[in-house]
């Protein structure tokens, strides 16, 4: 029984490692996930701005079309002041064309705002657009790593997986089959030794027939809370015999 345990030691030695490689493989991708994911987040983000600047780029269009109306309409009244008959009439027509300056001179105070909001809109979207850059070459790389990452994970785990086979034939199936199962129910770990007494796993202190008998190797111990294989470390029980 010695043996058996001691090649399910191997075995599990090699499995703990295929399980977290395993693991790593399935995670470094979606790390890659989360840096692209924000990519598109800060691209939509510089599309709002773009989209907010030329809202404001055609209200400041809107605004200069309707000054130069009213530029018109000035020069227009200016005009038609020298046609006028009466006294009466010149005044209206003078106040009419104060109250068409005084409309352009307020345009023109909005057009400085709308310009400074251009302005204001337009450093926004660049510097936007530079976190865009910056980030899209900083999950390029993050790529290539990622994709080089991935290349020696499964070179590990195939070579692991090459030992493993040398391994197998050493455990009988049935046995193998209950190692196995627990080691897929219990993240990659189904034998663990026995600490002090307790489960090397979940740390639940075993009953002493327990102890005794993976003390003494004849048949699987099992851990009656996690069910995972128990195994008394000669070394460190030696003073416990
Ligand atoms: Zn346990």
């Known amino acids: 029984m010695s043996a058996l345990i ?8 090699i499995d703990g490692e295929l399980y977290r490689l395993r693991n790593e493989l399935k995670l470094k991708p979606l790390i890659l996930e989360e840096a692209r994911q924000r990519v598109a987040e800060q691209q939509a983000k510089a599309q709002a701005s773009d989209a907010r600047l030329k809202t404001v780029q055609l209200q400041h269009k809107e605004k200069e079309i309707e000054l130069s109306t009213k530029e018109s309409n000035t ?5 038609q002041l020298f046609q006028v008959k009466t006294n009466k009439e010149y005044s209206a027509m003078q106040q009419e064309i104060e109250r068409s300056k005084a409309d352009a001179s307020l ?27 910056k ?15 991935l290349e020696i994970l499964k070179a590990d785990i195939a070579a692991l997986e090459d030992k493993r086979k040398a391994l197998v034939p050493a455990v ?17 770990l ?13 740390h639940m202190v075993q009953p002493p027939q327990v102890v005794n008998e ?15 294989i ?12």
């Open 6 to 13: 001691e090649s399910l030691r191997k075995l599990q030695a």
């Open 75 to 79: 020069k227009k009244l200016q005009a």
């Open 107 to 133: 345009l023109e105070e909005d057009i400085l705002k709308v310009i400074d909001v251009i302005e204001r809109a337009k450093q926004e979207y660049q510097q936007q657009q530079a976190v865009v850059a």
């Open 135 to 149: 980030q899209q070459d900083a999950l390029k790389i993050e790529e290539a790593r990622v994709s080089k990452d």
């Open 172 to 188: 009988a199936p049935q046995t193998l089959n209950t190692y196995e199962r627990i080691l897929a129910n219990r993240d990659g």
């Open 190 to 202: 189904a034998m663990v030794p026995l600490i002090e007494n307790s489960c090397g796993g979940c």
């Open 214 to 228: 993976a003390l003494i190797q004849d048949k699987l111990v099992m851990c009656g809370s996690c069910s995972r």
């Open 230 to 241: 128990l195994y008394a470390d000669e070394v460190a029980d030696a003073g416990a015999l």
